[in-house]
């Protein structure tokens, strides 16, 4: 109550006490006219209705920035995931920026492709098994020095997932079980899951992550990068880490893009999408080439190589407690190699300033080997295994 009185004395006393605001909403939509997908082995499908939706929210005042967008196609029964980001930036230090809250953790050269994202953001018909994708959804404090001015940006970036495993009081991990009463080795309790929490800011002891990317614009309409990620928590033996190298060119006629990463996966035995060893090389390269001011024609081409060694899981005791891993996991140490890629094409029409149609046709292909052995149809824990697709895709798209 004290400080409540206080507060309110000196705005009620201070004279002529005022600021300005700018605030935007900014956002982009894109429309499904048509969507046609045929993925071998399986019944095609067509979709019309809303592809892309995203919604974000701007403020201004002096030298400071909060952004907030909405993790529209989040879980949002989750605690604290009604942001997919939500951060300040104080950029009151001469070619310094410093941003502090939960949102994208830089290091990538993302870039959209024709009718589908990147297989670093998640676009792919059959569904890919890369672990390197873009890091969102984060808690950060990320420091940047540069500008365009200077010819560069280096963004070092300080991170840790919204997703805590919880510990009990000896330090040991907590588990989701079903089944076994975990008495005997004979009657084992089956873990599901590490025991997780949500939470809106990490602990160091308990995970870090760390990120840097570095951007060069000294070449015009050129931009290039290189960015390295690193992240480990309390219960991985092995960290993993991953490093890109990109290329942009933005001239009124040509646009180019280009991508490449290696990536190193370890991941505790219950987590999700665990891993023993994950070794994984993605490449990207495309184009849009503007004939005039409305039309233009666009392709884009991606590989992504995988090789997943699986964990081996045996039963094992934590303070008397006897515990397997769930039937869903598979426990033989499985290696599985798998190569996928796509191709895409098509052509834009530029409706106004912040709309445009596109209409492409994309051709993808995942080739799969589990221990050695090829074209199996189907593999424990993969999509889609030697299967191929094909999509057709109009869609209206606009930014405001």
Known sequence: MKKFILTLLVVTLTPNLSFALDAAVKGFIALDALNYKKIERTQDSLNIGIAVLDLKIFAEQDN?????????????????????????????????????????????????????????????????????????????VSLAYGNKGLGFTNTFTLWGDSQEIQFDEKGNPKFITSGGDGKTIATPKNITAYDTKAVPSFTTQKQLGLANKFEL????????TTGQVYFKNKLQDKASYAIDFGATLDSTVWEFWADA???????????????????????????????????????NLEYLHVKDQAHTFTIFSQDGVFY?????????????????????????????????????????????????????????????????????????????
Do not use: C
């Not at 614009?217 to 290039?224: A, C, E, R, S, V």
């Not at 390269?285 to 392709?299: A, I, K, P, R």
């Not at 300033?353 to 050695?372: D, P």
């Open 64 to 140: 400071m920035t909060a952004a907030m967008k909405l993790n529209i196609d989040g879980n949002l029964s989750v605690q604290n995931n009604l942001f997919e980001e939500a951060y300040a930036t104080y950029r009151g230090f001469k070619n310094f920026k410093i941003t502090l809250g939960k949102g994208v953790v830089k290091f990538q050269n993302l870039h959209w492709g024709v009718i589908e994202n990147t297989y670093q953001d998640g676009g792919t018909v059959l569904e890919s098994e890369n672990s390197w994708r873009k890091i969102s959804n984060k808690a950060l």
């Open 261 to 299: 990463i290696y990536g190193f996966t370890s991941k505790s035995p219950f987590e999700s999408y665990t891993t023993y060893r994950k070794n994984e090389y993605f490449l990207q390269t495309g184009l849009q080439y503007h004939f005039d001011e409305y039309w233009s024609v666009l392709t």
């Open 324 to 400: 397997t891993a769930d039937s869903k996991l598979d426990k033989a140490g499985q290696t599985i190699v798998s190569s996928s890629y796509k191709i895409e094409v098509g052509g834009q029409y530029k409706l106004s300033k912040s709309s445009f149609i596109t209409t492409g046709v994309l051709y993808e292909k995942k080739i799969v080997a589990k221990n050695g052995v090829n074209d199996l149809t189907f593999v424990k824990g993969v999509f889609n295994a030697n299967a191929e697709a094909f999509q057709f895709v109009s869609s209206i798209s606009f930014w405001f």
């Open 217 to 224: 614009y000294k070449t015009q309409d050129w931009t290039f």
